[in-house]
């Protein structure tokens, strides 16, 4: 059944869940009165659709469409889902919240993108006030999940189908229990961002190097450990009450000017936007984007590869994407994207890389035939003893491709595979595998015949996919 989200201002934040949600498979509808809107919206599209797919080696669902409205009561009309992203006024979220609900289905959730103001706020004069949720996220939204759900006066149904709404598309939806203006995250940021303006504007630092500050040092360990958990390591083997200890009298002191903010002066921002603009003018918005767009995917696929953090989040929604192998001849193995850490100096795929792909291919074959995880944790499984990869043509980041596997022996201990990996756009052949397998016992370490479940399986297919090969020939 095709699922209907709503989004309302096109925007950087719109335009950001517009993308996630297409990319997610949701038919997307956008209202914005900005002549512009569909140029923008089509810029943001194209690199979440470069970088999003990166972070999962599932395929992704079929894309949904996105179309342009220039009535809101059209947009809104029977959409599952609806983001209010207009600008932070309150009278202006007022004014359209009355108008979505004159039209959009009761049942539908109505959350807000804005970043300081309460959901009692926002519920103030609304006809279905239980249906609006403030739903605050990151830019860019089409990659970070974090996601912060304030519920307010919301019904308990409203913020469970958000809740669940939100995670089936990726994100991680932090139930903010108490409303308190700007949320969570956002007076973190106020917070570093008055004590930055403290710094430029008093000539102790330069906008670069307060950036360089925050990337090169803690903004790393804070993206795979938060604030707390962070502290408790600093503070050793005796932990957080040692460091409160250490470190608890600078809040008296105090070492910052959090208490106290800058004059906003002309001046000041002068200061800051010269500063930044010979820090980063010579890059365009676009440049910066994939430079960080490029970052942040290989910083979550590291963190994917160590099952930590928000790279945990995108493994799990990962394994919820794949499906069965079916029954074709030969199988399709892989479906993915190129990932950006996967390329090298050359700007292409690695040639390492391609052992990777053609190991999730022999592990996807293997789950098929009944060698998954729970028959190697019972103690058996598959080795390679040899491969031969060819190497056909280039790939680059970005791409799509599929596999192709073969059985092409299949008998006792004996597994041998034939692997092509094709280009999805034109199904040129990129890579082909010759690849022969031992089953082993893990206990001995040695090869041994396959349980009898799985050697059933293994010559079943075998022969399947060699009567294939015969008519092919014929």
């Not at 300081?116 to 860019?140: D, Y």
């Not at 089936?168 to 995250?185: C, F, K, Q, S, T």
Request: with cysteine; hydrophobic share 40%; net charge negative.
């Amino acid at each position: 059944m095709t699922k209907i989200a709503t989004i309302v201002g096109g925007g950087v934040i719109g335009g950001g869940w517009a993308a996630r949600f297409a990319l997610m498979g949701w038919d997307v509808r956008i209202f914005d009165p900005d002549p512009e809107a569909e140029r923008k919206i089509a810029e943001v599209m194209a690199g979440a659709a470069r970088a999003l797919p990166m972070l999962y080696e599932a395929p992704m669902p079929k894309r949904g469409t996105i179309t342009f409205h220039k009535d809101l009561a059209e947009a809104v009309t029977g959409a599952d889902y609806i983001q209010e992203s207009v600008p932070e006024r309150l009278d202006l979220k007022h004014r359209v919240i009355r108008e979505i609900q004159a039209h959009a289905p009761e049942g539908a959730v109505l959350g807000s993108s804005t970043s300081g103001f309460k959901p009692s706020e926002l519920q103030q004069g609304a006809t279905r006030p239980g249906q609006i949720v403030v739903a605050h996220p990151f830019n860019p939204v089409y990659l970070l999940p974090l996601v912060e759900l304030v519920s307010g006066g919301a019904d308990d149904a409203t913020v469970v189908r958000a809740r669940t709404i939100l995670t089936g598309i990726g994100m991680y939806p932090l139930h903010v229990r108490a409303e308190i203006d700007a949320h969570i995250a956002d007076r973190f940021l106020e917070a570093v961002w008055r004590e930055a303006l403290w710094l430029v504007k008093d000539g102790i630092a330069t906008t670069e190097e307060i950036d360089n500050a925050i990337r090169y040092g803690f903004g790393l360990r804070w993206a795979q450990m938060g604030l707390f958990e962070t502290y408790r390591v600093a503070g050793g083997e005796a932990g957080m009450r040692h460091f409160m200890a250490q470190f608890g009298p600078c809040l008296s002191w105090p070492w910052t000017k959090l208490m106290d903010v800058p004059e906003f002066t002309d001046e000041l921002v002068d200061l800051i936007a010269d500063q930044s603009d010979a820090q980063s003018g010579q890059f365009s918005i676009r440049e910066l984007e994939r430079q960080r767009d490029d970052n942040l995917v290989a910083i979550l696929r590291a963190l994917k590869g160590r099952e930590a953090a928000a790279g945990k989040l995108i493994l799990d929604h990962d394994a919820t994407l794949r499906g069965d192998l079916g029954d074709g001849v030969p199988l399709v193995t892989v479906r993915r994207t190129v990932p950006v850490d996967w390329t090298d100096m050359n700007r292409h795929m690695n040639e390492g890389r391609y052992g990777q792909v053609f190991s999730d291919a022999s592990e996807a074959l293997m789950t098929h035939i009944g060698a998954d995880r729970a028959y190697i944790a019972s103690g058996h499984s598959y080795f390679t003893a040899e491969n031969n990869i060819k190497y056909l043509a280039e790939t680059i980041a970005g791409e799509e491709f599929y596999v192709k596997t073969r059985v092409t022996l299949g008998e006792g201990k004996k597994l041998r595979l034939w692997h092509e990996m094709k280009r999805a756009s034109d199904d040129a052949l990129l890579s082909t595998c010759d690849q022969f397998m031992l089953h082993v016992s893990l206990e001995t370490r040695r090869s041994c015949p396959p349980l009898p479940h799985v050697l059933e399986a293994v010559e079943r297919l075998a022969a399947a996919h060699a009567r294939k090969e015969e008519m092919t020939d014929g």
